[in-house]
């Protein structure tokens, strides 16, 4: 069975900090993709990354996929209450894995 | 261009009774993967359909089961229901066999078994 932990499991900051997220696990993994996820909607597609070692940019979110492709983290920078949020790593082999989660509440 | 439509959206039911939870995928996605997500934690694979057969399966027991119809759309049955059955049932589709593609997701069937 593939596991993917992710830490932390809440994470509560103020507007304007900065933070990260991390995505482990023992398999390795042809990918591994972000999502996030609102109250009441279904995860939706944050980034996919391929390569080990490979960083993605978007916006004031940093993906890196690990040099063995086994772990990922999330980095926010100058969060936003918008970003709130349970945010889910995935690892893809012949199925999508998620993993345990992480919710991210930033305050004003 | 409708996205992954789920229904009903929220349903009430009772243990040892039966639910059937539909999905349409969205427009020209023919995969449909079934997931339960408990509160608060990640989704966890329960099926995914292709070509109107199960392709792969995860750790759930035969309690669940599924279909897909030619038209592409699914359903998701559970017998015998359990009070932990409750949980937001997700529906996801993509294009072709699943393998590093996204996945779209519906915004989920929330069952709560009493």
Do not use: M
């Not at chain 1, 992710?6 to 042809?30: A, D, K, R, W």
């Not at chain 1, 790593?89 to 999508?96: E, N």
């Not at chain 2, 995928?25 to 934690?41: N, R």
């Not at chain 2, 589709?93 to 009493?114: K, Y």
């Amino acid at each position: 069975t593939q596991l993917l932990e992710q830490s932390p499991q809440f994470l509560s900051i103020q507007e304007g900090e900065n933070l990260t997220v991390y995505c482990n696990s023992s398999s390795v993994f042809s990918s591994l993709q972000w999502y996030r996820q609102e109250p009441g909607e279904g995860p939706v597609l944050l980034v996919t990354v391929v390569t080990g070692g490979e960083v993605k940019k978007l916006k004031r979110l940093t993906f890196q996929f690990g040099d063995a492709r086994k772990d990922s983290s999330l980095h926010i920078t100058a969060a936003q209450p918008g970003d709130t949020g349970l945010y889910l790593c995935a690892g893809t082999a012949s199925k999508l894995t998620f993993g345990t989660g992480t919710r991210l509440q930033v305050t004003l | 261009d409708a996205g992954v439509t789920q229904s009903p959206t929220h349903l009430i039911k009772t243990r040892g009774q039966q639910v059937t939870l539909r999905c349409s995928p969205k427009s020209g996605h023919d995969t449909v993967s079934w997931y339960q997500q408990a509160l608060g934690q990640g989704p966890q694979f329960i099926f995914q359909y292709y070509e109107e057969e199960e392709r792969q399966r995860g750790n759930f027991p035969d309690r669940f089961s599924g279909h897909q119809f030619p038209n592409y759309s699914s359903e998701l049955n559970v017998n015998a229901l359990l009070l932990g059955d409750s949980a937001l049932y997700l529906c996801a589709s993509t294009r072709g066999r699943f393998d590093t593609g996204e996945l779209f997701f519906g915004e989920g069937s929330r069952l709560t078994v009493l």
